[in-house]
């Protein structure tokens, strides 16, 4: 007999792949932050892709209001969806698509689960290299984003749809990225302005709690995964044939093409 957790991953998982969003009823039926992260590993499980890394949401105040939660969450970012930067990348209208940019780091050593917890040094010197990035969000719920819970979000794969990557930084440990200032263009009008300080004040902030939550899970980090920080420009709609271009300064430019599902 099918459980809960095991549908909702099953109606989740057929979304991502359609383009057909689910009934919002179908996320009710969960009742906890941990159905929410069980559904998540269903979806990996069905799905059989490659894990490329972790994504962060919720790393501001604002966004945190919008989905009543008080902390971030978590989830797994496949190979199959992250993309080169000037990729063409194509998106499911049906989904409410936002861009985000984010500041992301890939770890060079293992960082396992264990009960003791993590210092900000120990997990700085595992960083291999600091990324400026794009992420699109999208919603497999019916109604988008408005009205939606953290644990309905949370169970969606907090939103993950598609990852962008710029160049890979492996000195970057004088950087301030707390004021490190990043501009968003859609279809080359400026869109968005922000820093690193609209993530919980500072992404190491958040790479220092992702890597901790992610040992308290039982999943902990490994050597080559990426942690993708959150939105330091908001999220910006986005739509089929609209291109956009994150400006970080002297970390370079990320961007992408917005292109239709075949």
């Not at 595992?126 to 109604?143: D, K, M, T």
């Not at 000195?171 to 919980?200: P, S």
């Not at 958040?206 to 330091?232: P, Q, Y």
Request: proline letters at 4%; glycine letters at 10%.
């Amino acid at each position: 007999m099918m459980t809960i957790v095991s549908r909702v991953a099953q109606e989740l998982h057929r979304a991502r792949v359609s383009g057909t969003p689910i009934p919002r009823i179908i996320g009710g039926l969960l009742t906890s932050i941990d159905d929410a992260y069980e559904v998540q590993r269903e979806i990996i499980s069905q799905s059989n892709l490659t894990p490329a890394g972790w994504k962060v949401g919720a790393t501001s105040n604002d966004v945190q209001f919008l989905f009543g939660t008080d902390e971030p969450i978590t989830a797994r970012m496949f190979d199959k969806y992250c993309f080169k930067s000037g990729s063409s990348v194509p998106i499911f209208e049906s989904f409410h698509p936002q861009i985000e940019s984010e500041f992301a780091f890939r770890m060079g050593q293992d960082l396992p689960s264990r009960d003791e917890t993590y210092k900000r040094d120990e997990i700085l010197d595992a960083v291999r290299s600091l990324i400026p990035a794009l992420e699109i969000v999208a919603c497999r719920y019916e109604g988008g984003f408005e009205a939606q819970g953290v644990i309905a979000l949370t169970s969606d794969m907090s939103a993950n749809s598609e990852w962008i990557a710029g160049s890979e930084y492996g000195d970057w440990r004088e950087t301030n990225l707390k004021e490190h200032r990043i501009c968003l263009f859609k279809n080359g009008i400026g869109v968005a302005n922000g820093t690193g300080r609209n993530v919980l004040g500072d992404p190491l902030t958040v790479l220092e709690w992702a890597v901790n939550h992610l040992s308290r899970l039982g999943d902990g980090v490994k050597s080559g995964e990426i942690i993708s920080t959150g939105t330091c420009t908001g999220l910006v709609p986005a739509a089929v044939g609209d291109s956009f271009k994150a400006d970080f300064g002297d970390l370079g430019i990320v961007e992408v093409h917005c292109a239709e599902k075949e």
